[in-house]
């Protein structure tokens, strides 16, 4: 059974910095590769950033940028997202989930409860 356990969040100034951890269960995590997304209310989920199984490649929303860094340790089973300079529109909650091409749909059905950012003065 394919879970995820994000943690992390919490509430930050515009600037601040958050790190945020996700672990998961039910599949070989060094096999896949791992996404961040997050949702915030009344919007589409969106994709944050995808690093690859290795960790050797990662992509990033336009959005985040040269803010956000994705980072994974493959001996202790657990994907991390860096946050830095965040903004008030970086409030939402945060999720991850595997990354499997070769499959439809690419990413696990079953969803942790994410972890809520909150970016406020």
């Known amino acids: 059974q394919v879970q995820f356990v994000e943690s992390g969040g919490g509430l930050v100034q515009p600037g601040g910095s958050l790190r945020l951890s996700c672990v998961p269960s039910?599949?070989?995590?060094?096999?896949?590769?791992m996404s961040w997304y997050r949702q915030a209310p009344g919007k589409e989920r969106e994709l944050v950033a995808r690093i690859t199984s290795a960790g050797n490649a990662k992509t990033y929303a336009d959005s985040v940028k040269g803010r956000f860094t994705i980072s994974r340790d493959n001996f202790k089973k657990v994907l991390y997202l860096q946050m830095n300079s965040l903004k008030p529109e970086d409030t939402a909650v945060y999720l991850c989930?595997?990354?499997?091409?070769?499959?439809?749909?690419?990413?696990?059905?079953?969803w942790g409860q994410g972890t809520q950012v909150t970016v406020a003065s």
């Open positions: 989930n595997y990354y499997d091409p070769r499959r439809v749909p690419s990413m696990s059905s079953s």
């Open positions: 039910g599949f070989i995590f060094s096999h896949y590769a």
